[in-house]
């Protein structure tokens, strides 16, 4: 039986992890809110005193962290695991960062004989709960091919994107694309709303015919149009506007770095961040229709 230890058991981390449990892996676990440890050994997993503790006896280290800095704690602080973890041990970071992390942690890793992938996942709460998560993997193809089973026990679709950093890189991609759809479907709906459309045709409208997109298709941002959807919840669950403001700006960051030009992402950056000023940081995304209705001139 393969043993993962499993660090960060966040909004997403949590169900994952229960979903490795349910397929047959072993479990050790370790996170800073007792609550959740304690939620994830009840279903079997080993609660863990430390990251150190989790890591003991592991064959693959799975972590799924805030930010860069803390995944380059983990691995390569001063008293990170790379003290500790044998050689051919698969590390895979399911954390969204900054490909230079990524990077860095897995030349130091690797100088060490650790293997590593960056997997950022796609596909928010309901997915990993779901079992149906994507999975954008950056690494050599041997590392990708080791962690292919254990990511299909959580994922549904496991995409190779590239070398060390590429995951990630392709993460911020997809989501400055749907920041960008998500401001234009609203922006749609509301100038419709505010000329006398009937929000729920329009949407049909709008999906039969160029202007079809994932949004109208499964995430419609305005209350009451589609069932079992944030907009209709208040904006509550789905993905928080401070988690896409986080991945906007690694794009950003990303595209000053390569030069790239990305006025429409650089805008959707400064309405989010806008957005998350005013107090709207833990609601969904979508609720960025509410902003923009509040704009009205």
Same mark, same amino acid.
């Given at each position: 039986?393969?043993?993962?230890?499993?660090?960060?058991?966040?909004?997403?981390?949590?169900?994952?992890?229960?979903?490795?449990?349910?397929?047959?892996?072993?479990?050790?676990?370790?996170?800073?809110?007792?609550?959740?440890?304690?939620?994830?050994?009840?279903?079997?997993?080993?609660?863990?005193?430390?990251?150190?503790?989790?890591?003991?006896?592991?064959?693959? @280290?799975?972590?799924?962290?805030?930010? =860069?800095?803390?995944?380059?704690?983990?691995?390569?602080?001063?008293?990170?695991?790379?003290?500790?973890?044998?050689?051919?041990?698969?590390?895979?970071?399911?954390?969204?960062?900054?490909?230079?992390?990524?990077?860095?942690?897995?030349?130091?890793?690797?100088?060490? =004989?650790?293997?590593?992938?960056?997997?950022?996942?796609?596909?928010?709460?309901?997915?990993?709960?779901? =079992?149906?998560?994507?999975?954008?993997?950056?690494?050599?193809?041997?590392?990708?091919?080791?962690?292919?089973?254990?990511?299909?026990?959580?994922?549904?679709?496991?995409?190779?994107? =590239?070398?060390?950093?590429?995951?990630?890189?392709?993460?911020?991609?997809?989501?400055?694309?749907?920041?960008?759809?998500?401001?234009?479907?609203?922006?749609?709906?509301?100038?419709?709303?505010?000329?006398?459309?009937?929000?729920?045709?329009?949407?049909?409208?709008?999906?039969?015919?160029?202007?079809?997109?994932?949004?109208?298709?499964?995430?419609?941002?305005?209350?009451?149009?589609?069932?079992?959807?944030?907009?209709?919840?208040?904006?509550?669950?789905?993905?928080? @506007?401070?988690?896409?403001?986080?991945?906007?700006?690694?794009?950003?960051?990303?595209?000053?770095?390569?030069?790239?030009?990305?006025?429409?992402?650089?805008?959707?950056?400064?309405?989010?961040?806008?957005?998350?000023?005013?107090?709207?940081?833990?609601?969904?995304?979508?609720?960025?229709?509410?902003?923009?209705?509040?704009?009205?001139?």
């Amino acid at each position: 039986m393969t043993t993962v230890a499993f660090i960060g058991l966040g909004n997403m981390g949590g169900p994952m992890a229960k979903n490795l449990l349910k397929n047959g892996f072993q479990v050790r676990a370790f996170d800073l809110v007792q609550a959740a440890l304690d939620a994830l050994a009840g279903e079997g997993a080993y609660a863990a005193k430390s990251a150190h503790d989790a890591a003991e006896g592991a064959d693959v @280290v799975l972590s799924m962290l805030p930010a =860069g800095k803390h995944v380059r704690d983990l691995y390569i602080g001063d008293n990170g695991l790379m003290s500790m973890l044998p050689e051919g041990t698969l590390v895979i970071d399911s954390s969204t960062i900054d490909a230079g992390s990524a990077r860095a942690v897995s030349e130091v890793l690797q100088s060490k =004989g650790i293997r590593f992938v960056d997997a950022p996942v796609s596909g928010g709460v309901g997915g990993a709960v779901a =079992g149906t998560l994507t999975f954008i993997v950056g690494g050599s193809d041997d590392n990708f091919a080791a962690a292919k089973p254990v990511l299909e026990a959580m994922g549904k679709n496991i995409f190779h994107a =590239g070398d060390t950093g590429a995951g990630q890189v392709a993460k911020i991609c997809n989501n400055m694309l749907l920041s960008i759809l998500m401001v234009g479907t609203s922006e749609a709906l509301q100038m419709g709303i505010q000329n006398g459309l009937d929000p729920k045709v329009l949407s049909q409208i709008m999906l039969q015919s160029s202007g079809r997109n994932w949004t109208l298709e499964v995430y419609n941002p305005c209350p009451d149009v589609m069932e079992n959807v944030p907009s209709s919840n208040d904006y509550n669950g789905g993905f928080m @506007v401070d988690l896409m403001k986080k991945d906007l700006g690694l794009a950003q960051e990303t595209a000053m770095q390569s030069k790239s030009a990305t006025p429409m992402g650089s805008l959707a950056n400064s309405l989010y961040t806008m957005h998350s000023n005013q107090g709207n940081g833990k609601k969904d995304f979508s609720s960025i229709f509410q902003m923009l209705q509040e704009l009205k001139g």
